[in-house]
């Protein structure tokens, strides 16, 4: 199963820190996702609003993830290394606090062009 990870593609700092991904991930093995693709959420067996609470994970064995989990998990497998879940396991509390916050924030963090304003007809 390919590693997937859905994002907000309406925002910016989100689709930035997507890149940031993409540069780590040289194998080239996650596939990314905005939530606002038609069928996506369906994909998951998630809502719209569920989506859009957090971005969410699926890895190559099925499991699934949201919040600083699914960070996490994404960065394992685009580094091909364990150590991002293992330092989450250490720290999830203070991770997902910290996800949260820019969680709730992120539309007013620094960012780029968002997703689905560079490319409107990957989004629904």
């Known amino acids: 199963m390919t590693p997937l990870l859905v994002f907000d593609g309406e925002c910016g700092f989100c689709t930035r820190t997507l890149g940031w991904l993409r540069l780590l991930d040289r194998r080239r093995v996650i596939e990314t996702v905005p ?36 960070i996490n998990a994404a960065l394992a497998v ?31 963090l620094p960012g780029i062009t968002p997703w689905c304003t560079r490319y409107p007809d990957d989004c629904a």
């Open 35 to 70: 939530y606002q693709r038609a069928g996506v959420p369906e994909r998951l067996g998630l809502s719209r609003e569920e989506c859009a609470a957090s971005v969410r994970w699926r890895g190559p064995d099925g499991s699934r993830a949201e919040g600083a989990a699914a």
């Open 78 to 108: 685009a580094l091909g290394s364990s150590w991002p879940e293992r330092v989450y396991r250490r720290t999830s509390g203070a991770q997902e606090r910290a996800y949260r916050w820019v969680a709730a924030h992120r539309h007013r």
